[in-house]
């Protein structure tokens, strides 16, 4: 099932976003907000030093690094296959 993706284009407005949410998600270099049925994103590249440093200061209680992501049928399977 596609997904619509809401670039967000400065640190602050995503800040606004982010201080309402539960999670948010590094997968380097993007930040993904899954909030309700919506999902923002941030390219941290687009960003400058400062801005970045701020950022990650004020939602590191927040952040998941994602290390990878799979496709699976069932949890079962991803069980199976990984061990």
């Known amino acids: 099932m596609p997904i619509e993706l809401i670039e967000v284009k400065d640190a602050v407005s995503f800040y606004r976003i982010?201080?309402?949410a539960n999670i948010i998600l590094r997968a380097?270099?993007?930040l993904i907000i899954p909030f309700?049925?919506?999902t923002f994103y941030i390219d941290t590249r687009k960003l400058g030093?400062?801005?970045l440093k701020r950022l990650f200061q004020n939602l590191s209680n927040k952040m998941v690094?994602?290390?990878g992501i799979k496709i699976v049928d069932?949890?079962?399977k991803f069980i199976e296959d990984r061990y």
């Open 65 to 67: 690094y994602i290390e």
């Open 36 to 38: 309700y049925r919506l």
């Open 74 to 76: 069932t949890l079962k």
């Open 28 to 30: 380097d270099p993007i």
């Open 18 to 20: 982010a201080k309402n």
């Open 49 to 51: 030093e400062e801005e």
